[in-house]
């Protein structure tokens, strides 16, 4: 071998070794905000900003920034389908509904054919009209203790069955006979509003959804029976606490009923226009992957897609979640896989309570203890921090703002933005990108970018 040969193999060899072989996605819920000019002492700045964050901003001056919007601009996306698109999913052809990620996160059995809803435990005086829609948010104990009246009942031709969760949060399933299946084309009984109950209706002219919207309403109407008189509820009412008697559902979406399934599950629901099958995500993208998150709805869009979810001690999808745990949950996962989901949902619980001094406290801690996570970016990880959408503590709920993201790893042609934040970011490498952009950013990071035409 020539000497020039010898040096262009040894360029060659190092060149192939700085390509990274995993991903990390870090997702801090609903982190991203708006300034707050009202405030004297929070000077128009957003929490993020307001916060000190040295080791966000190491790793955003190693890395591309820029801002991503979760669906299109404008469009004020849920959790659940900003998560589709981070993980490449179109949420317009994917989105089945709420009810079959619920019931995949909590681990409660689907069988094909079985239709889906996320519940609600709510008050109502009369029957027909709803005036609190979490039952005072009820506590997990008395929520479990009504469940139980509730568990199994028969409408018509239909099982109805009721899994508690957590606080005022449930799952139901309906499951028809073989042939008689429910049809998921039908509307929430659960609308986000107060005042009298939206009734369930068809939303196609046909008779399988008629009936199921006519069975719903009918076994809500039942529930509200059994619930009004059960000793739980008339203690609530001496303590003067909300009575939890009525159940709400919202987000119908099903397994279907022989479909064929070859390695990937077909789901039905009222956002689709047709059935659709969802592609695991290892078949994908060849990368094993797995979810690290405390949220039931994580964890069901993580095996919506057939990502393995790592069940963390101490994980609790909320302010007291062990952010340790998580981090050496991920280092341990790291060696196994190749791609790693880390959620953590803290972040958008306190802009929902509009909590911006907790929310900024909550981001300070974020930032120390994920240090080791993104110093990965300088192995052999790509290491990508961003938001699934923004929930600003002035609205208490999601905008359709663009969020922030940085991509740091080796390959990544780093801009000059100092500082992660809302408005530093907007003027980074990456501009202005969808959430469906991410995935194919890191495919080619990893060496694993497709090629269009030759
Ligand atoms: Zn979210
Ligand atoms: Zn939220």
């Not at 303590?239 to 009525?246: Q, R, S």
């Not at 949220?295 to 869009?301: A, E, F, N, R, S």
């Amino acid at each position: 071998m020539s000497t020039t040969n010898k040096i262009t193999d040894k360029i060659t060899n190092k060149i192939t070794n700085k390509i990274s072989k995993k991903i990390l996605l870090i997702v801090l819920d609903g982190v991203f905000d708006r300034p707050i000019k009202s405030a004297k002492s929070r000077d128009g700045k957003t929490p993020l900003q307001a916060a000190k964050t040295p080791n966000f901003d190491k790793f955003t001056k190693k890395g591309v920034g820029g801002i991503s919007d979760p669906i299109s601009p404008g469009v004020v996306p849920g959790s659940d389908t900003a998560h589709l698109a981070l993980f490449g999913y179109d949420p317009y052809k994917f989105y089945a509904g709420r009810g079959v990620l619920e019931a995949l996160g909590e681990n409660i059995p689907l069988y094909p054919g079985d239709l889906a809803f996320r519940c609600n435990f709510a008050t109502t005086v009369t029957g027909a009209e709803i005036s609190d829609r979490r039952a005072g948010r009820i506590d997990n104990k008395s929520a479990s203790t009504l469940s139980v009246a509730i568990k199994h009942l028969k409408i018509g031709d239909f099982d109805f069955l009721f899994n508690h969760t957590m606080s005022h949060r449930g799952v139901l399933i309906i499951r028809g006979k073989k042939g008689n299946t429910p049809n998921p084309r039908i509307t929430d009984t659960d609308q986000h509003s107060l005042g009298p109950i939206n009734w369930s209706k068809p939303m196609t002219d046909d008779e399988s959804a008629r009936k199921t919207a006519n069975v719903l309403n009918e076994w809500t109407k039942k529930v509200y029976q059994i619930l009004k008189n059960h000793e739980i509820n008339k203690k609530r009412e001496k303590e003067k606490l909300l009575p939890a008697n009525i159940v709400l559902a919202r987000g119908p979406s099903s397994l279907v009923e022989g479909a064929s399934y070859k390695g990937t599950a077909v789901y039905d629901g009222p956002n689709l226009s047709e059935p659709v099958s969802i592609q695991k995500f290892e078949d994908k993208y060849d990368l094993k992957a797995v979810a690290i998150a405390g949220g039931t709805l994580y964890k069901g869009v993580a095996r919506y897609l057939g990502m393995d979810v790592i069940t963390v001690k101490g994980a609790t999808a909320d302010i007291n979640t062990d952010i340790d745990a998580k981090v050496n949950a991920v280092k341990k996962e790291l060696s196994k896989n190749d791609f790693i989901f880390l959620h953590i949902k803290g972040t958008d619980v306190l802009s929902h309570d509009g909590k911006f001094k907790e929310k900024t406290k909550f981001i300070e801690k974020i930032d120390k203890k994920i240090k080791p996570l993104l110093e990965l970016a300088d192995k052999d990880t790509i290491v990508v921090l961003t938001a699934d959408h923004s929930t600003p503590v002035s609205l208490k709920a999601h905008s359709g703002d663009p969020v922030p993201i940085v991509i740091a790893g080796t390959g990544v042609r780093p801009d000059k933005v100092q500082r992660y934040d809302e408005l530093s970011l907007a003027i980074g490498g990456l501009n202005r990108i969808r959430h469906i952009n991410i995935m194919p950013i890191v495919l080619d990071l990893i060496g694993k970018g497709k090629m269009f035409g030759t």
